[in-house]
């Protein structure tokens, strides 16, 4: 395990200094950027299309700014970035030479670039997850004084005073109502499979993909298949929220747990795949 994590720690050090620093900083900013402007007030205090009418609520503000698209952009740069350099790294020149000559086994060397691959993704979600929580605090105070003042005008100078909002706007509360937090960042048991199995089918599709050269149309369809299905665990959250889906009443339950047998069983597809692409190495790769 000493030359894995020598490895994957060199592999994410040249992600990082490359462009996965600039990616994550940059998707931080616009998001910062996107909470201070949503949470600000916008219109005429004196008219009744004043905002925040009279209070939004955090899972209110992420879900009706652009922070998702921020949010889906940086990571879908980052997963493109370690394509990128598994792909250099073990298909050009000068990568094929560093890892051939590596005094490690193959399995180590895969085992490398997954590692490296779960930290990056690891790093850009909790970097955001520090972004959301802190900027909870900020942006209810604003809206909460924001409230007061429209409360304050439309009463005709009857001042509001204790306004407290966080029993019904907790934190926990908005990760369960706001569809945005509720898809990348699920607090319930029911969603935490899919999510977690959504994103190992999407490295697997990133693997196969750099480490199977032969096959080229197979590897397609299956790295294909596994996107597909790792984004539909990923937006199952999302389609249980939708209108459609409650009206079926205690279907809901059954809906949540399909989707975590589903789960389950696309995870033992992904360790067979993991297995098959170790077993390609071992027979078309010569260290």
Request: aromatic share 14%; charged share 15%.
């Given at each position: 395990m000493k030359h894995v994590w020598k490895l994957s720690d060199y592999l994410f050090g040249w992600y990082w200094k490359k462009?996965?620093?600039?990616?994550?900083?940059?998707?931080?900013?616009?998001?910062?950027?996107?909470?201070?402007?949503?949470?600000?007030?916008?219109?005429?205090?004196d008219s009744l299309e004043y905002?925040?009418?009279?209070?939004?609520?955090?899972?209110?503000?992420?879900?009706?700014?652009?922070?998702?698209?921020v949010f889906t952009l940086g990571l879908l740069l980052i997963f493109l970035l370690q394509f990128v350099q598994m792909k250099g790294f073990f298909h050009n020149g000068k990568g094929i030479y560093t890892l051939c000559t590596l005094p490690m086994k193959r399995r180590e060397v895969?085992?490398?670039?997954?590692?490296?691959?779960?930290?990056?993704?690891a790093v850009y979600y909790l970097l955001w997850l520090v972004l959301l929580v802190a900027a909870y605090f900020p942006v209810t105070i604003l809206n909460e004084r924001a409230a007061a003042r429209e409360i304050f005008y439309l009463s005709e100078g009857v001042t509001l005073t204790g306004l407290d909002t966080h029993i019904e706007n907790g934190l926990f509360l908005a990760?369960?109502?706001s569809a945005f937090l509720a898809t990348f960042f699920p607090v319930s048991l029911w969603h935490i499979p899919p999510f977690l199995v959504g994103l190992c089918l999407i490295g697997t599709a990133l693997l196969n993909g750099c480490f199977h050269s032969q096959r080229i149309?197979?590897?397609?369809?299956?790295?294909?298949?596994?996107?597909?299905?790792?984004?539909?665990?990923?937006?199952?959250?999302?389609?249980?929220?939708?209108?459609?889906?409650?009206?079926?009443?205690?279907?809901q339950t059954l809906f949540l747990g399909r989707n975590v047998v589903l789960a389950l069983v696309l995870l033992a597809v992904a360790v067979v795949q993991q297995v098959s692409?170790?077993?390609?190495?071992?027979?078309e790769i010569e260290f």
């Open positions: 462009w996965g620093k600039v990616i994550t900083i940059v998707s931080l900013c616009l998001g910062a950027l996107l909470l201070a402007f949503s949470a600000l007030p916008s219109g005429d205090p905002y925040s009418s009279a209070f939004r609520s955090y899972d209110m503000i992420l879900d009706s700014s652009f922070l998702p698209i895969y085992l490398s670039f997954l590692l490296s691959l779960a930290a990056a993704v990760f369960r109502r149309g197979t590897c397609v369809v299956v790295s294909l298949a596994d996107i597909l299905m790792g984004l539909y665990l990923f937006l199952a959250t999302s389609l249980q929220r939708e209108d459609f889906l409650y009206s079926f009443g205690n279907n692409i170790l077993k390609h190495l071992e027979e």
